[in-house]
């Protein structure tokens, strides 16, 4: 396009002529451009991320700009939850395919959840994209972050949200489960679904036995305490009317 344009140029600046002769130059320099543009390869489809692989991005004519797949660049952070003395794994993945000359760094935001770049520290680089931790601390506590670059240039971020449980507070926890088992009739957990309303619970069926004994048991008892007193209060009068008086 610039060789056919500069002749025009120039002519433009020394060679006054009619608007007419400029515009069918003009015309005649943009059909060249054309007819040899449509004979460059085209690109066959987009591949993410297309917007990071020059391959993958399409130009637009109307808009004189790149179109791409706009896969996003920052993925949303995975939560990982484990007890102390875990081992664990984190897999750099990716649903495409990487460039031969990938690298992977990974870095880590101590005791935070967060996406912001500057709070992470690196702390591998390479090719591994597998970060491992043979016994999980409460010091690996935080967010993990895999960014993946092509040429200097950054592909992808992954991140992964680490939280990690003492084993003390795991102990604790089975301890007051087992408690408050303890504490249930029969030593059976309580219901989770909602009782209806014609279909009492077992915890209540279980009450009201238990309180209708408790009132047998205190019935009975005061039946025989009351039968025991009456029979010494007839040995002590039978007693008292054999003594001679004085």
Known sequence: MDAEIQPILQDFYQ???YDYVYEQRLQTAADKFVAAASQLPRVSGCYPPCG?????????????????????LDCPVEEIKVTENTRIRMWCKVPFDLPSDFQAVWRFAEELKTQQVDEFKEVTAGVDMVFSIP???????????CEIYSDQRSIIRLY??????????????ELQEIFDLSLLPGGSLLPTEKPSRHSPSAVLLGACVSAVLL?????????LYLLSTSEKRGDVETDAAGDPEC
């Open 52 to 72: 990071f692989q020059s391959a993958g991005a399409v130009y637009n004519c109307k808009t004189c700009t790149y179109d791409s797949c706009e896969f996003p």
């Open 135 to 145: 016994s999980t601390t409460s010091q690996h506590q935080g967010t993990y972050q």
């Open 15 to 17: 060679t006054p002529n």
């Open 160 to 173: 992964y949200h680490l939280s990690v449980t003492p084993q003390d507070e795991v102990g604790h926890t």
């Open 215 to 223: 009132l047998l048991l205190l019935s009975l008892g005061r039946t």
